[in-house]
Each structure stands twice: as C-alpha cells, then as structure tokens.
C-alpha cells in the first residue's frame, strides 16, 4: 500500500500538489536505495514530478470500473496466439511480451495433461511496482484501476520490475525485429499504445523504458468503455483459439468475468502477498 509519501490522505484540489515534505520524500528514497535521486532532491531540486501519482489519486472513491481476466486452466492449450496476437497488437520489440504462457510439463501417470499459464500484467489494486518508482512514472488509473507506465517520465530504473513480485514488467533496451529495422515500411507503422502512436527511433521513448501489458487500453472508446463486438478488446483474449481468455468489468455483477466467477472455482496468483490480482484463474 503507498504510504503517506506517496498518497496523501485527502486529494489535492485539481491542478495543485499535495503537500508532502521534502524530508519525507527523501528519506523515502533513501530506504529505496535512490541515493542519486534523494541529494539532488536533498539540494533543492523539484519535488512536482514525485507527486504525479499523488495529485492525480482519489482516496475513499469507489472506482467506477475495475477490468480484469478470467483464465480458464482447462480450456488453454499452449498455442501461444495469445503472446503473437499481443506482440502484433502494441508492437512490442524483442525481450518485450506483456503476456506470457508458462507450461507445466506431465506428471507421472500418463494420463496427465499439461498445464498452460497464461500470464498478463495483474493490474493489481495494491501493485508494489507504484510505490518504488522514484518519479512516479508508473501508477494505477483511476477511472478503470489500469497499472501503466509514464514513457515521458520513466528514468528506466528498473525498480518496478524488482517490485513486481509476477515478473509482469520489462525493460526495452532497443533492440528491433529485422521488419520494424530502419527503411523497411513496418518501421514507420506507430504503436497505438495509450492512444500516443510513437514511431519507434532509436534514443525515443519508449526504448530505454520499462513497459508492461496495459489490457489493450488504446482500444477504448471515449467513455472508457470496449466494444466486443466491433472488436474493440484486449488483443489475447480475441485472438485465444480455446476461448480461454475473459475479459471484463469485475465491478459489473452482470459481466461474463463475474458471472464466471461465481459459477467456478477460481484462483488468484500469490494471495498471500496482499497486492489483489485484478486476474483470476479458473481451475
């Protein structure tokens, strides 16, 4: 959970920051392990981009939408359509994948079937990966509980992806497929990635960044909302050949997700960690 530093008890008035001493930011960072960040902090340097998280938070407020997956266990079948439609979707580079699926092999009896995992971003509501980041960088959305990362802001530290107990997180170190290379057409394509449409340069943004999956977030309408129908929906559960992938708002008790959940018996990664993964898998 963010501590005082981080989040204030009441929300600051729209536009100001909330006031938060300079000591308890650098002590903060200190503990963190920031020792650069905190002397320039220490001499008088600005504390406005540590308070990005804070002045855009919203204490006490019931979000109005909290999107997340049901994973059925039985129905996935280790394809992999759901990495390749990902990858193709917010045209992620080499050692970038904001999903995953991980594979047991069989047991002892013959019988037994392997198990496939398919690992997205958790989009926790208590995601360790916000407090650590030293300028706020990366934080949950408020209006649909979406963790996501500041391209501008992030100083690629990495602290995140050691916080992040779901190795959900990577780093872009710049590397490029041969068709996204320079002079090809692919390379002048941008990446929809929060409705910004970058084309990828070496030296920009988000090369030198730390990046995760944003559950497609770009293909929302302007209400917030996806649209199934037009296909307008997280690209790994479209694409998931054993229809294994569920996509929806948790906080709507009439939603395919939550109806799921009540008919199954569900799982969540790493309970015991507090962090509550918005990604519940059905066993």
């Known amino acids: 959970m963010p501590d005082a530093a981080t989040e204030p ?4 008035p729209a536009g100001e920051l909330p006031d938060v001493s300079r000591r308890d ?3 903060r960072l200190l503990k963190l392990g920031a020792v650069s960040l905190a002397a320039a902090l220490a001499s008088g340097a600005s504390l406005a981009p540590l308070l990005h998280v804070a002045s855009a938070a919203e204490p006490g407020k019931k979000r109005k939408r909290r999107y997340g997956m049901v994973i059925d266990t039985r129905r996935c079948v280790g394809c992999d359509a759901c990495v390749a439609a990902c990858k193709a979707e917010n045209k992620t580079p ?5 999903t995953i699926v991980l594979e047991q092999g069989l047991g002892e009896r013959p019988d037994d079937r392997p198990l496939f995992l398919t690992k ?3 989009q ?22 979406i963790v996501v990362v500041d391209y501008d802001r992030c100083i690629g530290c990495r602290y995140c992806i050691v916080a992040c107990p779901y190795q959900a997180r990577f780093s872009d170190f710049g590397e490029d497929y041969p068709a996204v290379e320079e002079h090809t057409p692919w390379a002048s394509v941008p990446s929809p990635e929060y409705k910004q449409f970058r084309v990828r340069g070496k030296g920009k943004s988000p090369e030198g960044n730390v990046r995760k999956c944003t559950f497609c977030l770009h293909l929302q309408d302007e209400n917030g909302e996806y649209d199934r129908a037009s296909g307008r929906w997280p690209a790994c559960a479209k694409t998931c050949t054993g229809k294994a992938i569920h996509f929806g708002d948790l906080n709507d008790p009439d939603s395919e997700v939550s109806q799921l959940l009540k008919e199954r018996q569900a799982i969540r990664l790493k309970e ?3 962090t509550e993964p918005n990604v519940y898998y059905l066993l």
């Open 272 to 274: 015991e960690l507090g």
């Open 120 to 122: 997205p971003c958790f």
């Open 9 to 12: 008890s009441t929300p600051a």
């Open 124 to 145: 926790c509501e208590h995601p360790p990966c916000v407090p650590v980041c030293p300028v706020g960088a990366t934080f949950k959305r408020s209006q649909d509980g």
């Open 25 to 27: 930011v650098v002590a």
């Open 94 to 98: 080499p050692g970038v994948s904001y």
